[in-house]
């Protein structure tokens, strides 16, 4: 395991001496974990949505186009 070290404020020290009944490594670590979890869940997402983008680009192609066609048909029925 890789060790850092964090500068805090003399005033947050003082604090984190004084709630000693908290394991402030083990809580930062944590901390730590579940960001860079959460980092990868969204790198994740932002993948799937590069690999998905032709897709979602030709679904709405297609919707307008139905759309387009659908109001010129109306129009040539004279309802629009």
């Known amino acids: 395991m890789v060790s850092i070290t964090?500068?805090?404020?003399?005033?947050v020290r003082e604090l984190m001496h004084k709630?000693?009944?908290i394991n402030?490594?083990?809580f930062v670590?944590?901390?730590?974990?579940?960001?860079?979890?959460?980092?990868?869940?969204?790198?994740?997402?932002?993948?799937k949505i590069r690999e998905e983008k032709s897709l979602?680009?030709?679904?709405?192609q297609t919707q307008r186009a139905g759309r387009a066609g659908r109001a010129k048909a109306l129009r040539n029925?004279?309802?629009l």
């Open 29 to 47: 670590r944590k901390a730590i974990e579940r960001k860079a979890q959460e980092l990868e869940s969204i790198e994740e997402l932002r993948t």
């Open 77 to 79: 029925k004279g309802l």
């Open 24 to 26: 402030w490594s083990g």
């Open 56 to 60: 979602i680009e030709w679904t709405v």
């Open 6 to 11: 964090l500068s805090v404020p003399d005033a």
């Open 19 to 21: 709630h000693d009944e």
